[in-house]
């Protein structure tokens, strides 16, 4: 797959390189279930759900998709719900216009899953193993506390949590920008691995994280699975 670098991504927002190695890296897992928290204009959501979805190997399965934004530009906005008509008869689709903090939010991604999702998302048998086939994608507020709380808040819904802006070298372009380096992201995501906060290790499986880092770039971006 290929993605034309000069069409659909905001430089500031996503790293094309990177997130081509996302979708195939997804598309390898046969999710049936994408959660997007920050999906601005909807460039990222476009690209995942033509190339990060199986589609050969859903067959009839319906895809669930859900998108929790909070629309801050007008044009962006627009475009992203000229896409998500596009496809509404080929997911199923849950858009929710509010902060991902609010506890609103928890709700309805909870009465959606209930309702669409093929396997029981909630602790029992079988829990950790039907929840494979679900990720998530925080690219929200990158405020260290906002990250921290969308991860904490989904993490149980979902076999995979993904975070963009993960690449260690955003403490200088912090510094350079603000004066010091300001808790973000890429510092939760350094956490998550040390272990200060603990993910969810499968004895003898696959390796507890991944990192796609393109360290190419000026502006550097990276997504962690």
């Not at 797959?1 to 000069?6: E, G, L, S």
């Not at 962006?76 to 609010?102: C, D, G």
């Not at 048998?125 to 994608?137: E, I, T, V």
């Not at 906002?146 to 819904?157: A, H, P, R």
Request: aromatic share 16%; glycine share 6%.
């Amino acid at each position: 797959m290929t993605i034309d670098p000069n069409v659909g991504y905001k430089l500031e927002s996503q790293n094309p390189k990177e997130f081509v190695q996302f979708c195939d890296w997804a598309r390898s897992k046969n999710f049936d279930t994408y959660m997007e928290i920050g999906s601005y204009a909807g460039d990222s959501l476009r690209e995942f759900v033509e190339h990060g979805f199986n589609w050969k190997e859903l067959g009839n399965t319906v895809p669930n998709v859900i998108v929790v934004d909070k629309p801050t530009n007008k044009h962006a906005f627009e475009k992203l719900k000229e896409y998500l008509e596009t496809i509404k008869e080929r997911v199923n689709l849950l858009t929710i216009w509010e902060p991902s903090q609010n506890y609103a939010v928890f709700s309805k991604v909870y009465e959606f899953l209930k309702i669409y999702s093929k396997y029981s998302f909630l602790p029992g048998d079988g829990w950790k193993k039907n929840n494979a086939r679900r990720l998530l994608f925080i690219d929200g507020s990158h405020d260290f506390y906002d990250v921290q709380n969308d991860y904490l808040t989904f993490k149980d819904f979902f076999g995979y949590v993904s975070f963009n802006d993960i690449d260690h070298r955003i403490s200088a372009s912090n510094v350079a920008k603000h004066g010091y380096d300001k808790l973000s992201a890429h510092h939760f995501w350094q956490g998550l691995k040390s272990g200060l906060v603990s993910p969810d290790y499968e004895p003898d499986g696959p390796p507890a994280y991944i990192e796609i880092v393109d360290t190419s770039p000026k502006i550097p971006r990276g997504i962690g699975i």
